[in-house]
């Protein structure tokens, strides 16, 4: 039960951080992904495996890292490892169950553009790129996305496919010869969506309380499909927000300026 | 045997214009104080080569010495975007610059097999990604065993890299702690080495699997203690996120991304980072 009010934003990263399993050896990426994965861990999953980029496995920390660096990380991880490393044996060697993504822009496939909006050649925002995201979408078991909706980020079509979902539909992960299963599950904030049975298109599952279908088609650029049976996310608990609001308290108190 | 060297003398004979240069460091041991060096040195023609380029590469494109970046994610890592190369990608300005594009994989392999002496590196990636159709150098190799198609990058084999490290011994032996990132790769692929150090000590006083660049392995070592701030060396001082933070300010506008480097950068010097860090300093 839920007496407290709570964001979108909440909402989603409580959601997320159900979804994931305390057997889960999970690649997460900064932002959103990194707060659900720590949501996870320090409520139902508290052996969840946390991996990031920068060699870290099994890490624990107090605060949500700033960067996928940040000491906190290795301090607390089991072992840190050199970076050609991290993408050779651990995630190229398939032992990474859940590669956790964000997006900038995605479509209704779960192929995620995090390079550039506009051509490449000539951009109009020049994103920071695709970093391990490329591999963690080929290499990981599947892949878990989260990720706010609008217009400007859920699209018909992206500007550059930097990440390959479930290509054009059906079938197209396999033409490429690769042979994991893909985005398995998109968290919004308005949200929950997997992919059809047959046609791997983001279908909706589960609307968040509150949420109409108006709006969600006015967040999103494609035709929205639902499932027969579409549920309503199950509000976040008290304590559930009192565990993400602490962790959040204590990341800006750590991010501030050092008293000097 | 390594030469112990100012930074200026370090950087002045081991980095020289039109280099391939690394300034390694992933998120941890970023070689600040080198790069402001290369600033005031006025180096130009640079084709500057970085998994993850951040304030560094963004201050040196803004200063207009930089050519071409080879490079997987080119954010302010947690913050954003980077906002002088997106003026310069955008904008051409300074000037414009060339931009050659890959994953993070593919550039951690393609250092490892610059290490190990091979001219290209083989992995499993870029399955579907776009990076392939905009980056001629992404190409693929096929398995003579199995018949799987891989993906294949020219190795990457800088002019010189620079990384920064916690110590050093008296003989110039370096230890690398904590997150090592890629920079013992990007050391040992590069034709020259230049490290900067947070202290030389006469033990290094470590494990027998440490990570280590031998002496002879490394052409040039500078003591600069918090030469890697806002970066971190850990065990010695903590990450100034609040930096970070601050850099997206500053970089927003051409004049105020200037005036920040002639008072930083152009007017300071390397004896100027251990102050940067003093509230930062880890207490042992």
Not at chain 1, 91 to 96: E, H, K, N, S
Not at chain 1, 157 to 163: A, E
Request: charged residues 20%.
């Amino acid at each position: 039960m839920s007496t407290n009010h709570f964001t979108p934003d909440e909402m989603m990263i409580v959601t997320a951080s159900r979804m994931l399993a305390n057997d889960d050896v999970c690649f997460v990426g900064i932002g959103a992904p990194s707060a659900a994965c720590n949501m996870a861990r320090l409520t139902h999953a508290p052996d969840i495996t946390l991996v990031y980029e920068s060699g870290t496995i099994g890490t624990a920390p107090d605060v949500l890292p700033l960067s996928i660096g940040d000491g906190e990380l290795c301090d607390t991880a089991v072992t840190t490892v050199p970076v050609p490393e991290m993408f050779r044996y651990w995630l190229q060697g398939g032992r990474i169950t859940i590669g956790f993504l964000g997006a900038a822009q995605l479509d209704r496939f779960g192929n995620i553009n995090t390079t550039a909006i506009g051509t490449y050649d000539n951009p109009k925002v020049r994103l920071p790129g695709g970093g391990g995201a490329p591999e963690i979408a080929s290499s990981s078991q599947q892949v878990y996305i989260t990720c706010k909706q609008s217009p400007r980020a859920f699209m018909d079509k992206i500007d550059f496919v930097t990440s390959f979902g479930h290509g054009e539909g059906s079938g197209h992960r396999e033409r490429l010869g690769v042979n994991t299963k893909g985005p398995s599950l998109l968290i919004t904030d308005l949200a929950v969506w997997r992919p059809d049975d047959e046609t791997q298109e983001f279908t909706v599952r589960s609307l968040h309380p509150g949420v109409t279908r108006e709006q969600m088609q006015a967040s999103v650029g494609w035709p929205i499909r639902y499932a027969d049976e579409v549920e309503e996310t199950p509000a976040p608990t008290n304590s559930e927000l009192e565990v993400l609001r602490d962790l959040r308290a204590r990341t800006a108190a750590a991010h501030q300026r050092a008293e000097t | 045997m390594t030469k112990f060297l100012s930074l200026h003398d370090a950087v002045a004979e081991n980095l020289h214009s039109g280099d391939r240069a690394a300034f390694e460091g992933f998120t941890h041991l970023i070689p600040h104080a080198a790069a402001h060096e290369a600033i005031r040195q006025g180096v130009k023609e640079l084709t500057l080569i970085r998994m993850t380029p951040d304030v560094i590469y963004d201050q040196m494109i803004g200063m207009g010495m930089v050519k071409k970046i080879i490079f997987s994610y080119a954010g302010n890592p947690g913050v954003g975007l980077l906002r002088r190369l997106r003026d310069a990608v955008e904008n051409d300005w300074p000037r414009s610059i060339e931009i050659e594009e890959h994953s993070h994989a593919a550039m951690a392999n393609a250092y490892e097999a610059g290490a190990a002496g091979l001219p290209c590196a083989v992995f499993r990636g870029y399955l579907g990604a776009g990076l392939k159709e905009v980056n001629p150098n992404i190409r693929s190799i096929t398995c003579p065993f199995t018949g799987e198609v891989l993906a294949a990058v020219p190795a990457i084999k800088p002019d010189v890299t620079f990384i920064h490290a916690q110590k050093a011994d008296q003989k110039g032996n370096v230890l690398i702690e904590g997150i090592v990132g890629i920079q013992k790769e990007a050391a040992l692929a590069a034709s020259r080495a230049v490290v900067t150090v947070e202290e030389v000590v006469d033990d290094l006083d470590t494990h027998p699997n440490a990570c280590i660049l031998p002496h002879w392995t490394v052409t040039a070592i500078a003591v600069v203690p918090g030469g890697a701030h806002p970066s971190y060396a850990h065990g010695y001082y903590q990450r100034d996120n609040a930096s970070y933070l601050d850099w997206d300010k500053i970089a927003a506008g051409q004049d105020t991304f200037l005036a920040w480097m002639d008072e930083q950068v152009i007017k300071a010097g390397p004896e100027d980072f251990a102050n940067r860090v003093s509230a930062l300093r880890d207490t042992k």
